[in-house]
């Protein structure tokens, strides 16, 4: 502030105030970068164990075959019909779920799965969603399905 009757801020007070301000945001914009993949990380997580699970809560309420099919970055639930012998990707379109393009940090991956009507499984396999280190997987078992995490990679399940 300037002495003897003027008031407002000098043009070197202003320049220091905006160095520090600058300064403060690289520091904070490359871990708000992280947070964000993480949150994204964990909402793709929970949308795959949820489409899962509603595959399997479809297969018992429209007495169906249901399956799971990984395709690239896209995790698609359908409906199979009677058949027990039909391919995991066959069937009527029920539930899908897809990587964004922009999300490229994440990666889907697994071995897809059928569901009988009575909730067990035809076609044992998994799904899991990967993110650095980290990995969210849900498994498909004869007896049914659970959900795991982790660090490391995306391996299948074991019993």
Do not use: H
């Given at each position: ?47 795959m ?87 969210s997987?849900?498994?498909?078992g ?18």
């Amino acid at each position: 502030m300037k002495s003897g009757g003027q008031r407002g801020f000098s043009l070197m007070e202003t320049v220091i105030v905006l160095s520090i301000a600058a300064l403060a945001m690289t520091a904070v914009v490359p871990s708000l970068r992280g947070y964000y993949q993480q949150y994204t990380f964990n909402g793709y997580a929970s949308e795959m164990a949820y489409l899962v699970k509603y595959g399997k809560v479809y297969a018992t309420a429209n007495t169906t075959n249901v399956g799971v099919c990984v395709s690239g970055t896209q995790l698609t639930i359908y409906d199979l019909g009677t058949s027990r012998g039909a391919g995991l990707c066959s069937g009527t379109t029920v539930k899908t779920m897809a990587i964004a393009a922009g999300d490229s940090y994440v990666s889907l991956s697994g071995a897809g799965a059928s569901v009988d009507p009575r909730g067990l499984a035809i076609t044992a396999g998994s799904v899991c969603v990967a993110y650095g280190g980290s990995y969210s997987r849900v498994c498909i078992g004869t007896t049914g399905i659970r959900t795991d995490a982790g660090t490391g990679g995306c391996s299948g399940c074991t019993s």
